[in-house]
């Protein structure tokens, strides 16, 4: 696990879209996996602004993202087929994209089919993540066991009220989403973490320096060979480097 620690958010986000632009340089059919909430955005407007430069072609690229909540209409604007259009989708000229269908009312169908189509479309090149307070990757909560494959989760009170912000209420937040598995992330050839602010400080801390530990589900990317952990010094304000 590498980590890079920026004065701003701002240079994060620059750095993460250079990792992204490497890797559609070096094989523009790539396929990428992809993160929505707060974190990415400010990459995703550096990724529009090298593809209008006329930087970046993602004619060839292939996404697949992280999550999507269960029930909730895609017309709905925090629905992340939603989200994905808004900051990225519609500005560049991505060849295919594809979310898990939280409206596919046979949930295990659809998670086998999600992961197969990761499969049959050449396995992840560069995985985004961003982390949940808990430590969660994707919406792989905090648990006893680390869960494989793509799966419907009960989102924990903690994602819940993080994630309260981007609706009217706490009743709006759903409470259930398809998300990756912790193999599905694994499986992907290199991941880019990102976090930022000095709420993730703690749980940057143990994911880099404690234990691996499915209560810390991010603490598995110590497992894999090629991590990029991006921080600004808010986020890394509590590791002992
Ligand atoms: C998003 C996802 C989540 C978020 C995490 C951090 O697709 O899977 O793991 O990356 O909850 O969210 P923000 O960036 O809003 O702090």
């Not at 590498?2 to 070096?26: E, M, Y």
């Not at 059919?29 to 955005?41: H, M």
């Not at 999507?68 to 992340?80: A, D, I």
């Not at 909560?141 to 989102?155: A, G, K, M, R």
């Amino acid at each position: 696990m590498i980590v890079h620690v920026f004065d701003t958010p701002a240079q994060v986000a620059r750095a993460a879209a250079a990792v992204f632009s490497a890797q559609i340089l070096k094989k523009p059919d790539s396929v990428l996996g992809l993160a929505t909430g707060g974190t990415p955005v400010d990459t995703y407007k550096e990724l529009i602004k090298l593809h209008q430069d006329g930087i970046l072609d993602f004619s060839q690229v292939t996404t697949f993202n992280l999550d999507e909540y269960e029930g909730l209409p895609t017309s709905h604007p925090e629905s992340y087929v939603a989200f994905m259009k808004r900051n990225l989708f519609d500005h560049v000229n991505i060849k295919q994209s594809r979310l898990p269908d939280g409206l596919n009312k046979d949930h295990q169908k659809e998670c086998a089919a999600y992961d197969e189509e990761i499969r049959q479309a050449g396995g992840v090149d560069l995985q985004l993540l961003g982390i949940g307070n808990n430590g969660h990757i994707g919406f792989n909560e905090p648990s006893d066991h680390f869960v494989y494959d793509t799966n419907l989760v009960d989102l924990t009170p903690s994602t819940i009220k993080a994630n309260r912000r981007f609706f009217d209420s706490e009743d709006q937040v759903p409470r259930k989403a398809l998300s990756m598995g912790i193999g599905t992330i694994m499986e992907a050839r290199s991941i880019l973490m990102i976090a930022l602010g000095e709420g993730k400080a703690e749980v940057v801390q143990k994911m880099v320096e404690g234990d691996i530990d499915p209560q810390v589900p991010a603490s598995i990317l110590r497992a894999h060979k090629d991590v990029t952990v991006l921080l600004d010094r808010a986020a890394a304000s509590k590791l002992s480097l």
